[in-house]
């Protein structure tokens, strides 16, 4: 086992690292920029190094400064969490070639199924359907044009080396095409420091579904079921839930059979997930791999009864699984509870909380860095917390969601909280009719 992990990342996804590590008896490594001194992730790891200022660019997306903390802690691990440095291959190699085991894919793996547009081409070789698109990376205007001219319109602009909506745009027709390219190559170029982009015919109103994967380290892949996705806002998740209540089993069986064979078609070890399209009529797409950890991993452990992160430390130690795929028990849902007004179209809110009061109760579970007085910086995003509640069926997951919801007071600063509520209460919510439209239907 490692004798000490150091957590490239921040907040949230730092200190549940951090929890797991410590359930394992490994001691930690916490690293910070200069906005996070007081963040939850530092005063509970065994050790912290400040990394730079407040710029990601100058603290957690830089390398040299995370490996030096490594170095000098005696860290022979870095967990890269999820965002910054989690899907960078050349990170994941870098690791290896200095000594330190990377927690997570290997930088080959995830330069196959990282960049979008050759995972794609690899989920078709394997008879993984995928949505129609380019063959690959699209390099200017005018072969956009050609493409979407062959698949026809709407089409999908994203950007082939990163998610979390970065680099995305809709198009609808060809007068508008030149722009949004150019648009969304510059925000892939700063999210991700690659403007590549490639194209997709956008399927309307679709569901968002996503399995979670986990490669053992003999090559083979386990799924853990689905997450449904659908309720998100320019592309950015805010509600979570497992099991869909959309897809019956045979639907939700093919999408687990379809999301091995892709994870194992490029030898995947550790945790990732297989992320799809779903029409009307439960005809499914592939669209992405996460070669990640996902933010809303919670809502998969608490239907199934596994702790995913001590899983992946676990394969990437040497060790088996501990936990393979059991069968769901109950409903879980899963609500960011973000720094934004949603009453001013979710306008970021930072600053300092004058007062915070966490919800409890059965089946209620938060993951958090933030504390009375803590400041929210400017300079990422914009999550506070998560909020996962479990039932035992989803109606009783809704009431018990609404009912916590009530009780988690945030003071000083706006918060996702009260839509959350509304969401609660819409009747196509409740009722599971919704899709990738619903915010913008409902919540205009």
């Not at 979407?148 to 809709?170: D, Q, T, V, W």
């Not at 497992?242 to 995947?268: H, Q, T, W």
Request: aromatic letters at 10%.
């Amino acid at each position: 086992m490692f004798k000490k992990i150091l957590i490239a990342n921040r907040g949230e996804i730092a200190l549940r690292i951090i929890r797991s590590c410590k359930e394992l008896g490994i001691p930690t490594v916490a690293v910070y920029s200069e906005a996070d001194k007081e963040s939850l992730h530092v005063i509970f790891a065994d050790e912290a190094v400040c990394i730079g200022p407040s710029s990601s660019k100058e603290s957690y997306l830089k390398i040299p400064s995370i490996l030096s903390a490594a170095a000098i802690t005696g860290a022979d691990a870095i967990h890269p969490g999820y965002g910054f440095l989690a899907e960078n291959a050349d990170f994941s190699d870098i690791c290896a070639e200095s000594g330190f085991t990377f927690i997570g894919p290997t930088g080959d793996a995830i330069r196959k199924m990282g960049d979008k547009a050759f995972a794609k081409e690899t989920m078709k070789k394997v008879g993984v359907p995928v949505v129609p698109g380019s063959e690959g990376v699209v390099n200017d205007v005018e072969s956009a044009k050609i493409i979407a001219k062959e698949i026809g319109y709407p089409i999908m602009l994203k950007a082939s080396a990163g998610g979390g909506g970065k680099g995305m745009r809709i198009v609808f027709q060809e007068d508008e095409l030149e722009n949004a390219f150019q648009t969304a190559s510059n925000e892939a170029n700063a999210a991700f420091g690659n403007p590549d982009l490639y194209l997709e015919k956008f399927i309307e109103n679709p569901r968002h579904i996503e399995i979670q994967v986990m490669g053992d380290i003999d090559g083979k892949v386990y799924a853990y079921g689905e997450r449904d996705c659908s309720i998100q806002r320019r592309h950015q998740k805010l509600i979570e839930e497992s099991p869909s209540p959309f897809i019956n089993d045979e639907v939700r069986k093919k999408m687990e059979e379809a999301a091995i064979l892709g994870a194992e078609s490029v030898n995947y070890r550790g945790a990732g997930t297989i992320e799809f399209l779903v029409d009307k009529y439960m005809n499914f797409y592939f669209i992405e791999m996460n070669t990640r950890i996902q933010v809303e991993h919670p809502v998969t452990e608490m239907v199934r009864n596994i702790d995913l992160i001590k899983n992946q430390i676990l394969v990437a130690a040497g060790y088996g699984l501990e936990d393979k795929p059991k069968e769901p028990r109950g409903h879980a849902i899963e609500f960011r509870i973000n720094a934004e007004d949603p009453d001013y179209n979710f306008r970021p809110s930072p600053g300092v909380i004058d007062f915070l009061h966490f919800p409890g109760g059965f089946g209620v579970r938060i993951d958090s860095h933030s504390y009375n007085e803590y400041v929210i910086p400017p300079y990422y995003d914009s999550l506070i917390a998560k909020m996962i509640v479990w039932g035992t069926d989803r109606i009783h997951a809704i009431r018990r969601a609404k009912r916590a919801l009530e009780e988690f007071k945030i003071e000083g600063i706006k918060t996702t909280i009260p839509f959350h509520i509304k969401v609660l209460e819409n009747e196509n919510f409740i009722n599971g009719n919704f899709d990738t439209s619903f915010i913008e239907k409902y919540f205009k």
